[in-house]
């Protein structure tokens, strides 16, 4: 069988890799995976997509010198892509053997594994395999950090075609809002599953692409952050109702990143103070939040996610709703929706993994009544090499639009 030769890419990104050890103080970055559930690995290391991962194996990125394979004997070839000596093992005992090699020399190694699984994001490696690394003397650190260099970066097309996505995303969002008055006005019959079709059907219109379809919910149903109509499962819409929109998609091209915000109106010509009110004290929050943000870069400060959340929920703890806000402030975008990078976290985790630059998260704080309306206003942030705070999208919501005015 004929070996490919690492592509001038890779041996670029294994350069790259090792420097980031280098300044971290890291030994290695030892990489494990067993039928592709470390997708950090399988997209790290450009893993081939047609090729079978029915055995385990570990790729060793040292610090300095040469990476070292470690790879099971029916699958010998699937790291040939990548540069470093092979080692070949057939049974446990081989494997055990053959990890003592590679990892020779080794004092801490960087996997994907988050002490007391406080950030279980990264957490893709198991218990026993952790400890298999141990029984050889090798400190085991998380790559959370790492793993955000080599992940959850946008490249600058991505965020330029990101920018492009936001504000189509921004038309869409006005264009709904006008179908539901258009439809409340003239009496017609409308549902939740309507609008959500409606703007499935904008997304097709503007080639984009979303994994799942988004969000409307009224009244009560927007009380549940998570709710999602279904063809089956939905209200209808009437005038006085309380309508809250989700929506997130990306540009229908490799690379694309995703958009991903919420706007809120009331289908009626003046809102009612108690979702003007409630909308004030949500709306404060997320730019207090933006400010904490912009002051932190402009200063050099490092900033983390769990950070960042503790300025949003303060704000509506202050307000006196901090019971009613039932979920982190923010979650990573990339490629996915919910992406590898740091997370506005420090409720459902304490997400100390610092934001960096060329990366993007939501801000998207709430106030939940859930029998009765929820508040939330999602905007997208985007940190630039410079570290300017950028929101793709804006003017970023105001006030509740008043669907009928």
Not at 1 to 15: G, H
Not at 351 to 361: A, K, M
């Amino acid at each position: 069988m004929t070996t490919p030769s690492p592509s001038p890419e890779t041996l670029s990104k294994i350069n790259r890799i090792q420097a980031a050890l280098r300044e971290c103080r890291i030994d290695g970055w030892l990489f494990y995976d067993f039928w592709k559930r470390n997708e950090f690995a399988q997209r790290i290391l450009e893993y081939p997509p047609h090729l079978l991962n029915t055995r385990r194996f570990f790729y060793l990125i040292p610090a300095n010198g040469t990476p070292q394979k470690l790879v099971h004997s029916i699958e010998r070839w699937n790291l040939d892509h990548l540069p470093g000596e092979k080692t070949i093992f057939l049974s446990w005992q081989s494997l055990e053997s053959g990890l003592k090699k590679i990892l020779g020399g080794m004092k801490t190694v960087a996997m994907e594994y988050s002490p007391g699984n406080a950030i279980p994001y990264i957490s893709k490696v198991d218990a026993g395999t952790v400890e298999m690394v141990r029984r050889h003397g090798v400190e085991v650190v998380s790559s959370m950090d790492l793993a955000q260099i080599f992940e959850s970066r946008w490249s600058d097309e991505a965020y330029f075609d990101n920018l492009d996505t936001a504000a189509v995303m921004h038309s869409i969002v006005y264009k709904t809002f006008a179908m539901m008055g258009d439809a409340v006005r003239s009496k017609q019959k409308l549902t939740e599953y309507d609008v959500q079709q409606f703007m499935l059907k904008l997304f097709g219109q503007h080639q984009l692409v979303t994994a799942e379809a988004p969000n409307c919910s009224v009244n009560a149903n927007s009380g549940n952050p998570h709710y999602e109509p279904t063809k089956d499962v939905h209200a209808e819409i009437h005038e006085g109702d309380f309508v809250l929109l989700d929506l997130w998609a990306k540009k229908n091209k490799p690379g694309a990143t995703y958009n991903d915000i919420t706007w809120v109106g009331y289908l009626g010509a003046s809102v009612p103070e108690k979702y003007a009110g409630i909308f004030s004290i949500v709306k404060g929050a997320r730019d207090a939040a933006v400010d904490f943000l912009r002051e932190s870069f402009s200063q050099r400060k490092t900033v983390r996610g769990c950070d960042v959340d503790d300025v949003a929920r303060k704000y509506i703890v202050d307000h006196g709703y901090g019971e009613n806000f039932i979920h982190r402030t923010g979650h990573s975008i990339t490629e996915d929706l919910h992406g590898s990078g740091a997370n506005m976290d420090n409720l459902e985790t304490r997400d100390e993994r610092q934001i960096i630059p060329q990366t993007s998260f939501s801000i998207e704080p709430g106030i939940y009544f859930l029998e009765e309306f929820g508040i939330r206003s999602e905007i997208n942030v985007y940190i630039s090499k410079t570290g300017e705070v950028i929101i793709p999208g804006e003017p970023r919501q105001q006030e509740v639009v008043a669907i009928l005015q």
